[in-house]
């Protein structure tokens, strides 16, 4: 059963230096509260996986809480680089990153092997790319049926999977709505799991029957971050803050600016400050 | 009045992007020029186009651009939205699609494409964002769209690195591979429209841009470029797509300005 934790708790107890970490949300829903907290607690030698680095692994990146990076598309969405990424892998700041990666379509597939409790994923990719001359685990397997060459890499088990959803309930039932990306398959993957989430409440109130819950006793820990997807979006709560990622574009190109505003806008901040920057861009 | 004689190089891009989808098809949208291609066509002559977006987003019909594949927006005009592990597996590799639309950082002359990095991979020169959905766009769509800005810098004689697939070293490359899709079928930039040759599968323009002559294209080029022994000139945009395409720009504007 999922025990209810301020999100200060839950990431004390649940993530470790040195873990394989994942905090998933495809452009929405992603866990940026739960990133601030790992950097406040100061978390190093992180393995980061999440398909899209996105601004939250070019904060944690940035502030070197990461010894490797496992992804599949790393740039700021519609607007350009990740700077604080590309300074890791170009220049080795603030300290070297090592980089595993894949495609979109790899990743996915390796989230679900993973959540199926298979030791890889099979599937047709990488044809006639460079990719698996510099990715050792990308190989090929022969189907016994047909011989037809497929694209294998290892399943992705995290250590922990950390997610925001938009609400649960009083058990610890969490319901996602929206672009659910690969968030349920992260969480079943992952040997520990938490999640954030806008809000408690006594119904879940799912859209149907086949809505996307995940059952409380498939999580570690929730805590309760309104507004903690922020600059990311939660369907139904508050809108993406396209504005901010623009933003962040001229923050994150120098160190000195982005160490700046690391330490006014996360250092010196707790999950509290999320309910209004959401609340903003409702 | 919509003046159709004055459009920006960047609007003809888009105009002639737009043209080459049809209302029949599946077509899987990258961000970018792409998406921007992929509702002008919506809103003018293919209103019953299929836009999928790897999100997770099946027949989204966006009233303003998004920014990110994944905005709000396109989910909430969409049909249905399922798991990206569902997108790439049933849907994409399930040969669904009939049209990836893509952009790319640069492109050879047999339309590989390259978003991953200038340099060696190790110790790249730019590291650029990486393949994210394309190297399985590439080969699982029916056949590719590609949409960029012609320069000497994206335009190259040797791609430091293939991330997307197109007709690798030209003839039978795809077939060799076991690809029965057709791949790069249309290159569509600020200048011209290009075309793979049917034999060498190399790529040539068939079709100028008004006003633009072989040299200015040649000079943004970084290979000697073959042109089509009925090279045509590419249809202006009419007023009518001028004028959707700049309402769809205004109200895109508008809407990042609102936001915090």
């Given amino acids: 059963m999922a025990t209810l934790l301020s999100l200060a708790e839950a990431?004390?107890?649940?993530?470790?230096?040195?873990?394989?970490?994942?905090?998933?949300?495809?452009?929405?829903?992603?866990?940026?509260?739960?990133?601030?907290?790992?950097?406040?607690?100061?978390?190093?030698?992180?393995?980061?996986?999440?398909?899209?680095?996105?601004?939250?692994?070019?904060?944690?990146?940035?502030?070197?809480?990461?010894?490797?990076?496992?992804?599949?598309?790393?740039?700021?969405?519609?607007?350009?680089?990740?700077?604080?990424?590309?300074?890791?892998?170009?220049?080795?700041?603030p300290q070297p990153l090592a980089i595993e990666e894949h495609s979109h379509a790899a990743m996915a597939n390796a989230y679900e092997a993973g959540a199926a409790n298979l030791p890889f994923a099979a599937f047709r990719g990488y044809i006639g790319v460079d990719l698996p001359k510099v990715n050792p685990r990308i190989r090929t397997v022969e189907c016994p049926f047909t011989g037809e060459k497929l694209a294998a890499i290892p399943a992705l088990r995290p250590d922990v999977a950390i997610i925001h959803a938009q609400r649960a309930d009083r058990a610890g039932n969490v319901l996602l709505e929206g672009i659910v990306g690969v968030q349920k398959q992260a969480v079943l993957a992952a040997k520990r799991s938490i999640v954030t989430v806008e809000e408690v409440v006594d119904r879940l109130d799912a859209p149907g029957y086949n809505a996307t819950i995940l059952p409380s006793w498939t999580i570690s820990s929730i805590a309760v971050v309104p507004g903690g997807a922020y600059p990311s979006y939660a369907q139904g709560y508050y809108r993406r803050a396209n504005s901010f990622y623009k933003k962040w574009d001229a923050i994150a190109r120098e160190r000195e600016s982005f160490l700046a505003w690391m330490q006014q806008n996360v250092i010196e901040q707790g999950p509290e400050a999320f309910q209004s920057h959401a609340a903003a861009a409702r | 009045m919509i003046n159709p004689q004055a459009f920006t190089p960047n609007e003809i891009m888009t105009v002639a992007a737009a043209r080459a989808l049809r209302n029949s098809d599946v077509c899987f949208v990258g961000i970018g020029a792409p998406s921007a291609a992929c509702n002008l066509a919506r809103l003018t002559h293919a209103p019953g186009i299929t836009l999928i977006y790897e999100s997770g987003t099946i027949g989204t019909r966006p009233q303003v651009l998004p920014l990110s594949i994944g905005d709000g927006e396109l989910c909430e005009t969409a049909l249905t939205t399922v798991s990206v592990p569902e997108m790439f597996r049933y849907w994409l590799q399930g040969g669904r699609i009939t049209v990836g639309f893509l952009g790319g950082a640069q492109i050879d002359r047999y339309a590989n494409l390259n978003t991953t990095v200038v340099g060696p991979y190790d110790k790249p020169k730019v590291r650029l964002p990486g393949g994210g959905g394309a190297p399985e766009i590439a080969s699982s769509c029916g056949e590719v769209f590609i949409t960029m800005t012609m320069s000497s810098r994206t335009f190259v004689e040797r791609l430091p690195f293939i991330t997307s697939f197109g007709h690798g070293a030209g003839g039978a490359s795809r077939e060799a591979l076991g690809l029965s899709t057709k791949g790069p079928t249309r290159v569509m930039t600020d200048l011209c429209v290009l075309e793979p040759a049917a034999d060498t599968r190399e790529l040539t323009v068939v079709s100028l841009h008004p006003g633009i002559t072989r040299e200015a294209v040649q000079a943004q080029c970084g290979w000697p470029l073959r042109f089509a022994d009925e090279l045509i000139e590419t249809t202006p945009p009419t007023a009518e797509e001028l004028r959707v395409l700049r309402e769809l720009q205004d109200r895109t504007d508008r809407a990042h300005r609102e936001e915090a």
């Fill in chain 1, 11 to 93: 990431v004390a107890l649940h993530v470790h230096d040195g873990d394989v970490v994942a905090l998933e949300g495809f452009t929405h829903l992603i866990p940026f509260a739960a990133g601030h907290e790992l950097i406040r607690q100061r978390r190093k030698h992180l393995t980061l996986v999440r398909m899209t680095p996105d601004l939250i692994y070019d904060q944690l990146i940035g502030m070197g809480a990461a010894d490797r990076l496992v992804f599949s598309w790393g740039g700021n969405p519609g607007v350009g680089s990740l700077h604080r990424l590309r300074d890791a892998v170009e220049n080795g700041w």
